[in-house]
């Protein structure tokens, strides 16, 4: 499964979108794209998941680049309980393992 | 979706003693998987454990250390053997959710701290 990259922390005022980024450059043609979160102490919880074309459902959205090589998680209004460590994975569809990188450390501010 | 619980929810276990942790699935599933997640770390995956045969580690991974069993489609048994300090961590058991290359479900976990 590709590499993915994801900043360490980042924070978002209550009420705003939050944008989380991810690079998969090294991405193939039959991967997908899928995010999970972790709230502190819980399992992951999956949010979504895309292969080109965007997606959205009740949680968030999910854009991804033309080339595949990028793509952001958007929570369209951030509230306290969307703090949490967002994991950006990628992986071919029907391989049930995930790998997970070291996530993104969502902090939601009131 | 698919509702996973797990036994126990945490734990302190004596160094050099074992602990069985179990994982109870609402719905049957072909593959049920193990993962760790040590002190501020991120999830690394054990192994994955298949009705009916072996289960299969991860490199770093030894059944000696982490037997597991899978007596049934809806449970799953993972064993930390001869523990030590350093096997202080969240033990997750996950599995895949209905249609292949959909959502895994996660338990909540088993914290277990070793002294």
């Given at each position: 499964?590709?590499?993915?990259?994801?900043?360490?922390?980042?924070?978002?005022?209550?009420g705003?979108?939050?944008?989380?980024?991810?690079?998969?450059?090294?991405?193939?043609?039959?991967?997908?794209?899928?995010?999970?979160?972790?709230?502190?102490?819980q399992?992951?919880?999956?949010?979504?998941?895309?292969?080109?074309?965007?997606e959205?459902?009740e949680?968030?959205?999910?854009?991804?680049?033309?080339?595949?090589?990028?793509?952001?998680?958007?929570?369209?209004?951030?509230?306290?309980?969307?703090?949490?460590?967002?994991?950006?994975?990628?992986?071919?569809?029907?391989?049930?393992?995930?790998?997970?990188?070291?996530?993104?450390?969502?902090?939601?501010?009131? | 979706?698919?509702?996973?619980?797990q036994?126990?929810?945490?734990?302190?276990?004596?160094?050099?003693?074992?602990?069985?942790?179990?994982?109870?699935?609402?719905?049957?599933?072909?593959?049920?998987?193990?993962?760790?997640?040590?002190?501020?770390?991120?999830?690394?995956?054990?192994?994955?454990?298949?009705?009916?045969?072996?289960?299969?580690y991860?490199?770093?991974?030894v059944?000696?250390?982490?037997?597991?069993?899978?007596?049934?489609?809806?449970?799953?048994?993972?064993?930390?053997?001869?523990?030590?300090?350093?096997?202080?961590?969240?033990?997750?058991?996950?599995?895949?959710?209905?249609?292949?290359?959909?959502?895994?479900?996660?338990?909540?976990?088993?914290?277990?701290?070793?002294?």
């Amino acid at each position: 499964d590709a590499k993915t990259t994801q900043p360490p922390s980042m924070d978002c005022a209550e009420g705003r979108a939050a944008n989380l980024p991810c690079n998969h450059s090294t991405i193939s043609g039959n991967e997908y794209v899928y995010w999970y979160r972790q709230i502190h102490s819980q399992g992951p919880q999956y949010i979504i998941h895309g292969l080109k074309n965007n997606e959205t459902n009740e949680m968030a959205s999910l854009i991804i680049t033309e080339d595949r090589k990028s793509s952001t998680l958007i929570l369209p209004h951030a509230t306290l309980r969307d703090t949490a460590v967002y994991y950006c994975i990628v992986r071919v569809f029907g391989n049930e393992k995930l790998t997970f990188g070291t996530g993104t450390r969502l902090t939601i501010i009131p | 979706s698919a509702v996973i619980s797990q036994k126990p929810s945490r734990d302190i276990c004596q160094r050099g003693t074992s602990l069985t942790i179990q994982c109870q699935v609402d719905s049957q599933v072909t593959m049920m998987f193990w993962y760790r997640q040590q002190p501020g770390q991120s999830l690394t995956l054990i192994a994955t454990a298949n009705q009916g045969s072996e289960a299969t580690y991860e490199s770093g991974f030894v059944i000696d250390k982490f037997p597991i069993s899978r007596p049934n489609l809806t449970f799953s048994t993972l064993t930390v053997s001869n523990m030590s300090p350093e096997d202080s961590s969240i033990y997750l058991c996950s599995v895949e959710g209905r249609g292949r290359g959909t959502e895994a479900f996660f338990g909540q976990g088993t914290r277990l701290t070793v002294v």
